[in-house]
Each structure stands twice: as C-alpha cells, then as structure tokens.
C-alpha cells in the first residue's frame, strides 16, 4: 500500500518547484523550468501552450508517467517523488486514470474486456452498478462484445473514456485526447470528460492545442518555455484563442 500525507482534501494534484531537464550541457533542454500549479477535485483543466512550452511533460510528470528532475508532485497526498518502481505503478494502476490521442485499445479483447482490463490485472472485481453507470453515460451498451476494429474512432475513443472512469480513479489525465478524431466524435468526447466532472465528481486534467476542446474547461493553464504564464477561469473559444494570441507575440 502507497502511504499518503494527510493533504488539503480541496487538491487532486499538484506539483511545487518542478523542473525537468534533458540532455546535458550544450544540447540541454529545460522543458520544465520551476512549475508551481494546483489541480482542484472535481475540475476540468485544460494545459495549454506553444510546440515545446513544456505542457505534455508537465502532464507526464504529474500522472507518474516521467520523472522529476527535482521538486515535488503530489498526488492525492502521495508525493511521487518518493515511490519506487512498484509503488508508483500501484498508484497509476490504482488512482490515476488515463485517456490518450492514441486509443491504446488491445485488439484481441472486446470493448469490454478492454474497459476492464486496468481491474483484471489489478485483481479487483468491477462494481457492476458503477460499470452498468459508465457503459450507459458513454452509450456502449450495444458495443461491449465488438472488438476495436469493429468500432469507430469515436466509439474507441469512448471505450478508452470507460476504461479510465470504472476503477473511479481520484484524477484521470487526457493526452490530446480528441487528436485523432473528427470533429463530431471529438465533442463527444469532451462532453463525457465534462459529464464525469458534472455528474461524478471526477477530476479531469487534459492536455490539448484545440481551443475548442479547451472550452469545455473549467480553467486552462497556459505554459511558454517551461513556465506558467497565465490561466482563464470559465474559458470561452475566443478569450483562449486571444491568450494563445498573446503568447504567441512574447
């Protein structure tokens, strides 16, 4: 069991004094230089920023998929710098929930068996009720025996939004999750990423370039050259797209 510190039941994540940095003297890249930020419960941030500002590795950083250079993140009360190998798969197997541009979908094993799947290796049986509430809410109810090559994009895309939600992880983490597909499928998505915030209480971080994925957020973080420059409360297509304008300029 990962021990956690007591922490403010208010944060689902956060990092403090964050730096990472690849590569070594002239061929050095600062991708995070010093990130503060804090991640409320039960919120939909987007991170947003220019080709190489540092929003996808601060999104890895943060969901245990990179590690820190130095500084902390912390994940529900459990600072990450501090586990081993086989604490930190516990806590992203465990806690953390993920929804990529890349489905990342197994194709011998049906929709539900790839919803599940996180459960199965963990050895934890699903909660019926809550796998019949996640299936019916993501309309895969008439899916759950198709393998993915028997769906659609957005069908898959969706299968991947349930595999995240039924182990009802504290903080599910979206890389660029409407990438790859169209632009129907792709508000689909984004409503059942801002339906499992509403409805459930999820806490919901994305990293996205689309300004209109952005506005199903609740805040969006914007990011230039591995710091946070500004951030929107109640983002609107127009006032992201004016900040990224702005960014842009300096």
């Not at 995070?32 to 930020?37: A, F, M, N, R, S």
């Not at 915030?197 to 914007?222: G, K, L, W």
Request: glycine fraction near 8%; charged fraction near 25%.
């Amino acid at each position: 069991m990962v021990e956690t510190n007591p922490g403010r039941d208010d944060i689902a994540a956060s990092a403090s004094s964050l730096m990472k940095i690849y590569g070594s003297g002239d061929t050095q890249v600062r991708a995070l230089d010093g990130v503060d930020v804090e991640f409320a419960r039960a919120q939909f941030t987007a991170i947003m920023g220019p080709s190489g500002s540092g929003k996808s590795t601060l999104m890895h950083c943060l969901a245990g998929l990179d590690t820190a250079t130095s500084g902390s993140v912390n994940i529900g009360g459990t600072e990450l710098t501090e586990l081993n190998d086989r604490q930190m798969t516990q806590l992203r197997r465990d806690r953390i929930g993920f929804v990529f541009q890349a489905f990342n979908l197994v194709p011998t094993l049906t929709a539900l068996e790839n919803i599940t799947l996180p459960l199965d290796i963990a050895g934890r049986a699903a909660d019926n009720e809550w796998l019949d509430t996640v299936v019916t809410r993501l309309g895969l109810g008439d899916r759950l025996d198709h393998r993915p090559n028997e769906l659609s994009g957005g069908q898959q895309q969706r299968v991947a939004c349930a595999r995240a939600l039924v182990g009802r992880p504290e903080i599910i983490f979206g890389d660029e999750p409407t990438g790859n597909l169209d632009s129907r499928s792709g508000t689909e998505v984004l409503e059942i990423l801002r339906a499992s915030v509403n409805e459930f209480e999820q806490t919901v971080v994305i990293v996205t370039h689309d300004p209109r994925a952005a506005s199903y957020a609740d805040r969006v973080v914007f990011l230039s050259d591995g710091n946070i420059v500004d951030e929107l409360y109640e983002p609107t297509t127009d006032s992201i797209i004016d900040t990224m304008k702005n960014l842009e300029k300096i």
